[in-house]
C-alpha cells in the first residue's frame, strides 16, 4: 500500500507527524509514504524508514514572487512529481486550504479532517474522505488517531514512537558530557529571558558540563555570545543544517528549550530534555516523548497563546524587568533542579 502524506510545516508539526507513521507501519505491513514537505524540513521526513520518497516544495518562497517565470517553472515541475505515481490513499494532514489543494495535485484517494477538525474548516470540502478528531488533545495524538482512522486500524495506546534511530547522529559517544542550550525560537513571548540562561549556564559550568549553544540568525548568535561570554565551557556553535543540528542534539546529556521546534526534534531523538513554556500550552503542543520534562508559567493569563504581551496589571512578579512577566515564575535554580533530575 502507498500513501501521500501532506504535511509541510512547521519543523514541530513535521515531527509530529512521525509516530503516526510507526503506528500504521505496525498495523500495516509493506505499507511505504511519499511525503509533500516545505523545503526547509525536508530532511526529516526521510529519518523514518517507512518513507520512500519526500517531494519537497517551497510555498513560503513561492508566494513571494508567486508570477515570476522561475517560480512558475518549479511549481509547474512539483505538480508533476506529485503525478508520476498514483497513490492507494492522499492524507492531508496539516488541514489548511492550502495544503488540501497542494494534495489535489496528486491521483488517488482524497483523505482529511472534517469541517470541525480541520485547522480551517474549508479544506474539509476538497476530501473524499474526512475524519473527525478532536482539538483538545496534543499534535502527536491528534495526527496519529487521523492515521488510524484513514487508515482503518485501531489507535495504539502505546507511547509515540518518532521512529528514528537516534544512533546515527551520534558520532562520538566519547566526548566531554555536554549539554545544550535551546535560547531560540519565534515569538517574542516565548522567550526565556537571557539573564536566566546566563545564569543557569554558569551554574551548570559549575558542575562541571560544557555548554553549547547553536543559532539560526544573527540575532541568536549575538544572544548565544552574551550567554557564553562570562561562562567558562559555554560554546558558540558555527550555524548548522539540519543534519548538524540532529548531531549535537543527539549527543547531548540534556538539554533546556524553549518552545521550539528544535525542542520536538530532542524529543523524537529521546534525548533528556527540559521544556520551558510562558504563553503556550504543552498539553497541545509540548514535546512529548520520554525523559521530557514541561515547566509551565504560573502566572494569571498563562497559556495565552499570545505572540504579543499585553500584560498590565501590577503583580509581585512584574516587579522584575524579566519579559515576557509571566517567566519571572520560572526561575534558573527551579530549572536546574527539573535538569539535575533528569541528569
Aim: aromatic share 10%; net charge positive.
Amino acid at each position: 500500500m502507498r500513501v501521500l502524506i501532506v504535511k509541510t510545516s512547521s519543523m514541530g508539526d513535521v515531527i509530529h507527524t512521525l509516530p503516526a507513521l510507526t503506528d500504521a507501519a505496525k498495523a500495516i505491513p509493506g505499507i511505504t509514504f511519499d511525503w509533500v514537505v516545505e523545503e526547509n524540513f525536508a530532511e526529516i521526513p526521510a529519518w523514518h524508514p517507512q518513507v520512500d520518497r519526500v517531494i519537497p516544495m517551497a510555498w513560503r518562497r513561492w508566494r513571494k514572487n508567486m508570477f515570476s517565470m522561475a517560480t512558475l517553472s518549479e511549481m509547474r515541475a512539483f505538480r508533476r512529481r506529485l503525478r508520476e505515481r498514483s497513490y492507494d490513499l492522499i492524507i492531508d494532514a496539516q488541514g489548511l486550504v492550502k495544503s488540501a489543494v497542494f494534495s489535489r495535485f496528486a491521483k488517488g484517494l482524497h483523505c482529511g479532517l472534517d469541517w470541525k477538525s480541520a485547522r480551517e474548516s474549508f479544506a474539509a470540502l476538497f476530501y473524499q474522505q474526512t475524519c473527525t478528531v478532536l482539538f483538545e488533545q496534543h499534535a502527536v495524538i491528534r495526527a496519529r488517531s487521523l492515521f488510524s482512522q484513514a487508515l482503518k486500524y485501531a489507535l495504539p495506546e502505546t507511547v509515540a514512537d518518532y521512529g528514528i534511530d537516534r544512533n546515527r547522529f551520534v558520532s562520538d559517544p566519547s566526548v566531554h558530557p555536554y549539554l545544550v542550550f535551546l535560547h531560540g525560537t519565534t515569538w517574542a513571548t516565548k522567550h526565556w529571558p537571557e539573564e536566566s540562561w546566563i545564569e543557569l549556564a554558569k551554574t551548570a559550568s559549575l558542575a562541571g558540563f560544557h555548554i553549547k549553544l547553536p543559532w539560526g540568525n544573527p540575532a541568536e548568535r549575538e544572544r548565544a555570545e552574551r550567554i557564553a561570554k562570562d561562562c567558562n565551557g559555554a560554546l558558540v556553535l558555527p550555524r548548522l543544517d539540519l543534519v548538524g543540528m540532529a548531531k549535537v542534539l543527539a549527543g547531548a546529556k540534556a538539554i533546556v528549550a524553549v518552545d521550539t521546534g528544535l525542542g520536538h526534534l530532542a524529543a523524537a531523538l529521546d534525548v533528556p530534555t527540559v521544556s520551558l513554556y510562558g504563553p503556550t500550552n504543552p498539553i497541545l503542543t509540548g514535546a512529548l516523548g520520554q525523559s521530557q520534562v514541561h515547566m509551565s508559567a504560573k502566572f494569571a493569563c498563562a497559556p495565552c497563546l499570545s505572540k504579543v504581551c499585553t500584560y498590565r496589571e501590577a503583580s509581585p512578579l512584574t516587579s522584575s524587568p524579566l519579559y515576557p512577566p509571566c517567566f519571572a515564575s520560572l526561575a534558573s535554580s527551579s530549572v536546574w533542579a527539573e535538569l539535575t533530575m533528569l541528569l
